[in-house]
C-alpha cells in the first residue's frame, strides 16, 4: 500500500484513510505504523479550512474552488468533506460528495465525506492523520470542510494552515449570532451568494470589516480581509485563493507558518495522550464499580477520579 499511495493512487489512498479511522486495535497498530512511513512524504500543502453557517454554501464554493485549482492551475486537491454522524449507522448524514459532482470525478481531485464519529468539535479524531496521508498521496492542496459555525472551528484550526469564514449577505442579524473567536480565527471572511443580493452583500462587507477592527492583532501579523464572493457565479473565487498564498508567503517569511504548524504538532500530541488515557479508562475493569459507587452516593466524582488514575499509574 506505502508505494501506491506515495505514488498518488486514490483508490490506496481511500484503504489507507479507512485504516487510520477504524477502532480495532490491530487497525489502531497498523495506521501508527503506515503514518511513522509517510510522514518523510508529507508538509508539503497548504491545509485550508472552509467553515460557515448551515445554508452558506460551502460545499458549492469548495467543489468552485477544487476545479478552479484542477483546471486553471492545473494542481492536485484533496477535500476532506466532515459530516455528522449519524446515530444508527455511524456514517456521514449529509453525503458532500453528492454535492460536488464535478470535483468527484476529476482525476487530480480526491473528495473523502467523513463521518465526526462523535470527534470532539465536529472533526473526525484522526482528520489528522488523513491529511497527512492526502499529502503522501501528493495532494498539495487540502481542504477541510467543517460542520459549521460552532467548536468544530477551534478544532479544525489546530489542524489548518488558514480558514475561510464563509457568511450570508444578511449582516444585522448573522452579525450578532457569530462569535467572537470565530472571526479571530478566520483567516479570510467572504460574503457569499452576493450575486443574489449585491447591496446586502456590499453591507456586511462593511459590517464586518468594522468589526475586524475592534479584534486584537494576529500573532501572524495577518489582517484578516473581508471580500464579496458568489460559489454559483465563481465571482471572487479565484482572488480569494490568491489571498490564502499571499497568507502563506507572507507567514513563511516571517517563520510564523512554521511556528504555527510545530504549536499543532505538540497539541496533537497532547490529544493523544489525552484519547490514549480515555481509553484505557473506559477499559480499565474498576471504573464500572467505581461509577456504580458514584452513583449511589459512595464517594464523589472527584475520589473516584483520584483512585481510578491511581490504578492506571499503578498497572
Not at 10 to 18: D, E, G, K, S, Y
Not at 60 to 75: A, H, N, P
Request: with cysteine; aromatic share 4%.
Amino acid at each position: 500500500m506505502i508505494s501506491e499511495l506515495i505514488g498518488g493512487d486514490r483508490a490506496a489512498l481511500a484503504r489507507a484513510i479507512t485504516l487510520v479511522e477504524s477502532t480495532r486495535d490491530d487497525h489502531r497498530m497498523a495506521a501508527r505504523a503506515l503514518i511513522e512511513q509517510v510522514l518523510p512524504h508529507t508538509g508539503n500543502s497548504i491545509r485550508v479550512a472552509i467553515t460557515g453557517v448551515p445554508g452558506v454554501g460551502k460545499s458549492t464554493f469548495i467543489e468552485r474552488l477544487g476545479t478552479y485549482l484542477t483546471g486553471e492551475r492545473k494542481e492536485k486537491v484533496a477535500v476532506l468533506a466532515i459530516d455528522p454522524s449519524s446515530p444508527v449507522s455511524g456514517g456521514s448524514i449529509m453525503g458532500d460528495k453528492t454535492r460536488m459532482p464535478r470535483l468527484s470525478a476529476d482525476p487530480n481531485a480526491f473528495v473523502r465525506p467523513t463521518p465526526t464519529g462523535g470527534g470532539l468539535g465536529g472533526v473526525h479524531r484522526n482528520t489528522r492523520q488523513t491529511i497527512l496521508l492526502c499529502e503522501a498521496a501528493g495532494f498539495t492542496n487540502i481542504l477541510v470542510e467543517t460542520v459549521g459555525v460552532g467548536q468544530s472551528e477551534f478544532a479544525v484550526a489546530s489542524m489548518t494552515d488558514f480558514l475561510v469564514l464563509l457568511l450570508l449577505p444578511n449582516a444585522g442579524d448573522e452579525l450578532q449570532g457569530i462569535k467572537r473567536g470565530i472571526v479571530e480565527i478566520a483567516g479570510l471572511i467572504a460574503v457569499n451568494k452576493a450575486d443574489s443580493n449585491p447591496a446586502n452583500a456590499a453591507l456586511a462587507r462593511r459590517h464586518y470589516e468594522n468589526a475586524i477592527h475592534y479584534l486584537p492583532a494576529a500573532e501572524s501579523g495577518w489582517i484578516t480581509p473581508v471580500t464579496t464572493c458568489s460559489a454559483l457565479t465563481r465571482e471572487n473565487v479565484p482572488a480569494i485563493w490568491e489571498m490564502v498564498l499571499k497568507y502563506k508567503a507572507s507567514t513563511q517569511a516571517s517563520g510564523y507558518f512554521k511556528k504555527h504548524r510545530q504549536q499543532q504538532l505538540s497539541q496533537w500530541m497532547d490529544d493523544e495522550v489525552h484519547e490514549t488515557v480515555k481509553r484505557m479508562i473506559g477499559e480499565n475493569p474498576e471504573a464500572a464499580s467505581l461509577r456504580a459507587a458514584v452513583l449511589a452516593g459512595e464517594i464523589s466524582p472527584s475520589e473516584a477520579a483520584v483512585r481510578l488514575l491511581s490504578k492506571l499509574r499503578d498497572s
